[in-house]
């Protein structure tokens, strides 16, 4: 694993943890001024996008406690860390939100067939406009925290806000077509957007967490990016048998340098040890392991016939 010195990383995980209280305060500050705002108005496009903050909050919540797990160390139970503690929340919450998609899609389709006028939608609007406000200032300072500290779970947190951005602007625009357009259908219709919008944020929310939980391979281009540095170090002939997978932060890379069989074991290991050097300053949440293998004589012969 990257060296990372002890103030670093305590700097590090205090900004993890920052954020996702920050995330879990917004939230509750939400879900309560949207309930008076429901309450208010009996618009389903801002009770849509209460269940939404309710989402938000669990989601949060479940973040806040599994970035704290993957940021516990790894024990002698866990040896690869815990990492793996993101994708399984992951996993429960896209159940939770699925679930609330269905409500809020049926919801919706009640809306459409029997409209009714959006009332006191001064303070929909208002309440709306604070939540916009909210939610750009938690989004600016996830996006500090994740220039700092390169967290994926952070970066999913954000970018789950940034698309909340959009769903708060989509009720503004409804509760004005709604008053002052009398398309008192744009309420059921925007909600009904939202709930597709809320079903497909659980489909890629799955989709990363099995990536996660089935060690998929690093994308094509980052394996790419380990094959350029491996091969760039004078010494290595060829590599093989790489293989790479992700558990929360953390990258674990495997390979086998194919290096000239007259190299003694010192020299070889020097090599290694450069090749693990360079990986891990371009991958600093990395765990490297290299073995060195005498190259093949088909690689040696082809080395040789390059270079003449």
Not at 3 to 26: F, H, N
Not at 129 to 145: G, K, M, N, P
Not at 166 to 182: P, R, T, W, Y
Request: hydrophobic share 50%; net charge negative; with cysteine.
């Amino acid at each position: 694993m990257a060296d990372i010195s002890d103030p670093q990383r305590e700097q590090t995980e205090k900004l993890m943890r920052r954020a996702t209280y920050g995330a879990v305060t917004v939230a509750a500050i939400l879900i309560g001024i949207k309930i008076w705002a429901y309450l208010a108005t009996n618009s389903v496009a801002i009770l849509s996008t209460l269940v939404d903050s309710f989402l938000d909050l669990g989601a949060s919540v479940v973040n806040l406690l599994a970035v704290r797990t993957a940021l516990t160390p790894a024990d002698e139970e866990h040896r690869f860390g815990h990492g793996k503690a993101e994708a399984l929340a992951g996993l429960g919450q896209s159940a939770f939100i699925i679930g609330s998609a269905i409500f809020l899609f049926l919801q919706a389709l009640e809306k459409i067939a029997n409209p009714t006028p959006i009332g006191a939608s001064s303070i929909g609007i208002g309440v709306m406009i604070a939540s916009i406000i909210l939610t750009l200032c938690l989004v600016a300072y996830q996006r500090y925290v994740i220039a700092k500290t390169k967290s994926v779970a952070i970066s999913a947190d954000s970018l789950h806000y940034m698309g909340d951005l959009l769903v708060n602007a989509s009720v503004i625009v409804a509760i004005i077509l709604s008053v002052q357009m009398g398309w008192h259908m744009a309420d059921g219709i925007f909600a009904m957007g939202i709930a597709l919008y809320i079903s497909y944020n659980a489909y890629e929310i799955v989709r990363a967490s099995f990536v996660d939980l089935m060690d998929e391979e690093l994308p094509d281009e980052e394996r790419d990016k380990i094959k350029d540095i491996v091969l760039a170090e004078e010494g290595v002939l060829g590599l093989h048998d790489l293989r790479t997978r992700r558990s929360g932060q953390d990258i674990f890379i495997q390979l086998h340098l194919d290096l000239p069989p007259d190299l003694k074991l010192k020299e070889a290991h020097a090599i290694s040890d450069r090749v693990d050097d360079k990986i891990m300053a371009a991958f600093p949440n990395a765990e490297v392991i290299i073995h060195q293998d005498p190259a093949p004589p088909e690689l040696l012969e082809a080395f040789s016939e390059a270079n003449r």
